[in-house]
């Protein structure tokens, strides 16, 4: 038994569409009603009891038409438009869903940045020119012609060498160097590349207690799955897509932990079952391990850290 779009739309009174004529199984329509009208939670008692105070919260922005700003962080309503790294695109607006994902805190939850480092190679001329000890950027005081003109000397036949084997004389470099008892050592610098963005994984292990919890859990790995994924547009041809939704995550607590910018969700990867196959009378799995990998869609610069990302 299937549900229709618009039937869901009336019983939720929001516009979640997914196109003309496209029906929802039933577990989609649950999981969604469930979503929209409170949130979903693992487990029940999370950010009730002493023992589950700690949890995550997943909110999902969905791509809408209209002029609203995007969301710059989890953090909607305490930052600025100064939290933004100048000169990004604006992307298309999101409205955010009325309700949130809540699981319980991961035992270990990891922040890594890496900044990018490549070796460029300095080039005869410029050698000679810093070897002189002329600035390239200034003038040309204290430039020794003498020096530059000996180092190109010296590295000439070296160039003159490479330039033969070029052209068809194979072994001219390696015959210079057996002869002089010399080897040519590249000059290399190290030079700032730029840097990645970063990524966040959680990995979740969900085993209901009860048959309601069983179906919770499906919910919001159905939740997961959607939303990770784009929908064609209603009124193109069927060629085009559009954009899946972007997530704002949360600590709670949070105030010794860093922040999270607006997300999208990379991969959404489930087993079922555990160690071997198990199943209630039901059908449903006795455990299910979710794992998120989310990416960040800012770069995270000196500014956004003093900031708390």
Wanted: proline share 3%; charged share 20%.
């Amino acid at each position: 038994m299937s549900r229709t779009v618009g039937q869901l739309q009336q019983t939720l009174g929001v516009g979640f569409d997914m196109g003309s004529g496209v029906e929802m199984t039933t577990t989609l329509a649950n999981a969604t009603r469930s979503f929209r009208t409170g949130g979903l939670t693992y487990p029940s008692e999370v950010g009730t009891m002493s023992r589950d105070s700690h949890y995550v919260q997943f909110f999902v922005n969905e791509q809408i038409n209209g002029s609203a700003e995007f969301s710059t962080g989890a953090y909607v309503n305490g930052g600025t438009n100064n939290d933004r790294n100048p000169g990004t695109l604006k992307r298309a607006p999101t409205v955010r869903t009325l309700g949130s994902i809540c699981l319980y805190m991961p035992a270990q939850i990891q922040v890594s940045q890496k900044a990018n480092y490549g070796e460029a190679e300095i080039g005869l001329m410029v050698s000679a020119a810093l070897a002189a000890g002329r600035n390239l950027g200034g003038d040309s005081a204290g430039f020794d012609v003498g020096t530059f003109a000996n180092t190109v000397g010296r590295e000439g036949a070296n160039t003159i060498a490479a330039a033969l084997e070029g052209a068809g004389a194979t072994g001219a470099k390696a015959a210079l160097a057996i002869k002089s008892g010399k080897t040519v050592n590249n000059r290399t610098e190290m030079k700032f590349e730029g840097i990645d963005r970063r990524a966040f994984q959680f990995s979740f292990r969900l085993m209901p207690k009860s048959a309601d919890e069983a179906k919770r859990i499906e919910h919001i790995v159905t939740m997961f799955r959607l939303h990770s994924m784009p929908q064609f547009d209603a009124g193109s041809t069927g060629r085009t897509l559009i954009s899946p939704s972007t997530f704002d995550i949360e600590y709670h607590p949070s105030e010794h932990l860093h922040r999270i910018g607006t997300c999208v969700l990379e991969a959404v990867d489930v087993k079922f079952g555990g160690e071997r196959p198990q199943f209630f009378n039901d059908g449903q799995p006795v455990e299910t391990e979710l794992t998120l990998q989310f990416k960040e869609l800012e770069i995270v610069t000196k500014e956004k850290i003093a900031k708390g990302y």
